[in-house]
């Protein structure tokens, strides 16, 4: 079971790394750019949780951008 606590954190990322990639403070490829766009809509709007590996590889990004 995904923890709320879990689910915060995904938005918080996901919200950095577009704000990140709209002041031009990261560079993403097409794969990630389509990747984050998906999981954004997959969160925030369809309140659906990430797959471990959707959770990693935001990670992963992150961790680029932040």
Same mark, same amino acid.
């Given at each position: 079971?995904?923890?709320? &606590?879990?689910? !915060?954190?995904?938005?918080?990322k996901? %919200?950095? *790394?577009?704000?990140?990639?709209?002041?031009?403070?990261? &560079?993403?490829? !097409?794969?990630?750019?389509?990747?984050? %766009?998906? *999981?954004?809509?997959?969160i925030?709007?369809?309140?659906?949780?990430?797959?471990?590996k959707?959770?990693?590889?935001l990670?992963k *990004?992150?961790?680029?951008?932040?």
């Amino acid at each position: 079971m995904i923890s709320n &606590e879990t689910r !915060e954190r995904w938005k918080a990322k996901v %919200e950095t *790394i577009i704000g990140a990639s709209e002041v031009g403070q990261c &560079e993403m490829n !097409e794969w990630e750019i389509d990747f984050i %766009e998906n *999981i954004h809509n997959r969160i925030i709007y369809q309140k659906q949780d990430l797959s471990w590996k959707q959770s990693q590889a935001l990670n992963k *990004i992150y961790e680029r951008v932040g």
